[in-house]
């Protein structure tokens, strides 16, 4: 075997070794950016006295009593969860004859703790929570934790019954997660009641 034909074979060899490296490379960190990604958890928490949250706000015409169904959001992966952002994709109400669609169906961002509808950046180990539905214990009526109703909307505020909530959790650089919760209420804040729906 001549000089020339051993740099041929050495050449190759090295650039097929070359090749085979950047290969496993390029999987190696394909796989650890892949398990390391953030994941999304949405639910209805498992703490009652985190899920349902009684404020007490002082004004000039004295205290005013909220009750706070809220739904809570955490990051289980390993990086942050970037611009997450929770949707109440759409409402149902809950009859024994079987569930009946409402007038919302066009899916908005709800409301972090103070009315706070911006993205928001999620790290492993912390519960964040948003306001799913507000009852006041002096005014006989839904609000929801949306910033703002259409006016074919309204009517759904004044409902005696089981409201089904859909909701979707999004982000950046996370898969989307859903979440179903059924909220009770009967115009009387004394009646309010929520559960998490088993898919």
Known sequence: MDNATVAWISGGSAIGGGLVAGLLSGAYEHVRHWSSRPKLCLD???????????????????????????????????????????????????????????????????????????????????????????????VESWALGVQQLYASQLPMLKFKGTYRFHLVATADNAESVKCTVDVKYAQDWNTLRAFPVCS
């Open 44 to 138: 209805y928490g498992e703490k009652e006295e985190a899920s349902i949250v009684s404020v007490v706000t002082g004004t000039n015409e004295g205290n005013l009593n909220h009750l706070y169904v809220r739904v809570r959001l955490r990051n289980t992966g390993q990086r942050i969860a970037k611009h997450c952002v929770v949707y109440l994709a759409s409402i149902e109400e809950v009859h024994e004859s079987g569930n009946k669609a409402t007038a919302f169906s066009d899916a908005m961002p709800l409301s972090w703790p103070l009315n706070d509808y911006k993205p928001r950046d999620i790290p492993n180990g912390a519960d964040f929570y948003l306001d799913l539905v507000k009852i006041s214990k002096h």
